[in-house]
């Protein structure tokens, strides 16, 4: 790896073990200026992985950064690769713009791919951090605004299935959910699961602090009539009453349907609450069923976030692990200043034709003459197959090196169905 450390004298990386909780918790505090209680943090499990958990200890010993990541299983087109899922990332305030984080997201890389995870992903905080260490925004999200009483399109199946609304319970409710949620994400790139207890639990806790003068978190589940749940909405609603009557808002946290059925009647169930007047959605897929199913989509007041980012550790194992869109042969000069060993020249290449539409590519070194010249960062961006390398060519992020190449490879690394992950790590 090409170095990037550059700490202050005296400054070094070490790992934080769990008996530094207290202080990694500090550290972070200051950074995101939050602030917690002993009621909350009864409530609130503790996501961080510790075994997985380093930092920047100042001369006299003190912590000055930390950062933590999970080890997921990020879901790519067609099949998945071992992800780091960086996060818990904070610099001290009067430590920042020191190259803190440079060193840390130095040893993440090295760290990630000792442990033969080729992918990173993380949430940023600002936009303006990562694509300096080569992470791509690589999905995005959609918050909307409905009215109550929004229309949806007639879906068959619909009208079998029934609703039960009740309070949340993080306990008794955490695997149900959890099925649920896995079987409504199949098949999309981006949709982490949450594969340990606490980061279940973690979805679905409700301390008062974090209720913003709303109700406690209720939960409308989606049953067919064997009873099985089909969908869930998590959601809050927070009255206001007006001279004209109520107005309450129907806050949105989480809402996943294994079908277009199941959906059709959530969403209806969501949208027509009584006294309230509008909904707030969660972070839904670009191309989310609600979406399709509205009559009048002018009706929403969408809000586009970026959703992951995604950072390419080791290109070939990466561009191996996921499928493509249609056949390709294309050659990728890729500039990598922080990883030398994904710079160069790659030939991705499609052979054998799949009977699902999801190609196979091998991905060797060549000394042939580039298509296409991208920094890594606009790979990642790539990865999960929601981005355009053709946008990418128009926006002059990606240099055409042969044009008639670019259609080819963009339709390839493409993929139909959006990515996504559904909670913020
Ligand atoms: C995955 C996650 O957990 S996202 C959460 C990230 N954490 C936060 O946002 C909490 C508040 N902020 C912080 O803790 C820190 O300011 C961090 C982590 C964002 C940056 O840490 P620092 O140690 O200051 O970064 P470092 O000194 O290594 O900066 C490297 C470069 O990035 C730039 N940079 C760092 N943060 C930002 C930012 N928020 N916006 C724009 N540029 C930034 C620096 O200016 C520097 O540029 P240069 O190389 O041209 O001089």
Known sequence: MATMSRLPEGY?????????????????????????????????????????????????GSLAAVHASFPFTLPVPGGSVAC?????????PDQRRRGLLTTMIDSHFTRSLDRGEPVSALFAAEHAIYGRFGYGSAADDLRVKLSRGAALRDVPGSADLTVRFTTLDAFAHRDVLDAVHRAAGAGRPGWITRDTEVLRRRQLVDPPAWRDGGEPLRLATVHDTAGEV?????????????EGGPRYEVRVREAVAVDAAAAHRLWSFVLDLDLTATVEGPMLPVDDALLHQLVDPRGIVPKMVDNLW??????????TARRYAAPVDVVLDVRDALLPANAGRWRVTT????????????????EDAADVALDVRE????????????????????????????QGAASAFGWPVAPVCSWVF
């Open 310 to 319: 995604v950072r390419l550790l080791d290109v070939p194992a990466a561009l």
């Open 230 to 242: 089909r969908g869930y909405a998590t959601l809050r609603r927070k009255d206001v009453w007006t």
């Open 84 to 92: 780091s899922g960086l996060t818990w990332v904070g610099v001290r």
């Open 379 to 406: 790979l990642g961006a790539l990865y999960l197959g929601g981005r355009s390398l053709a946008a990418q060519v128009r926006a002059g992020l990606v240099t055409p090196v042969r044009a008639e190449a670019v």
């Open 351 to 366: 052979a054998t034709s799949p009977t699902d539409g999801a190609w196979e590519a091998r991905v060797e070194r060549t």
């Open 12 to 60: 070094r990386v070490v790992a934080v073990p769990e008996t530094r909780q207290t202080e990694f918790l500090e550290t972070d505090r200051l950074a995101f200026a939050f602030d917690s209680t002993p009621e909350t943090d009864a409530i609130v499990p503790l996501t961080v992985p510790f075994d997985r958990t380093m930092g920047v200890e100042a001369p006299d």
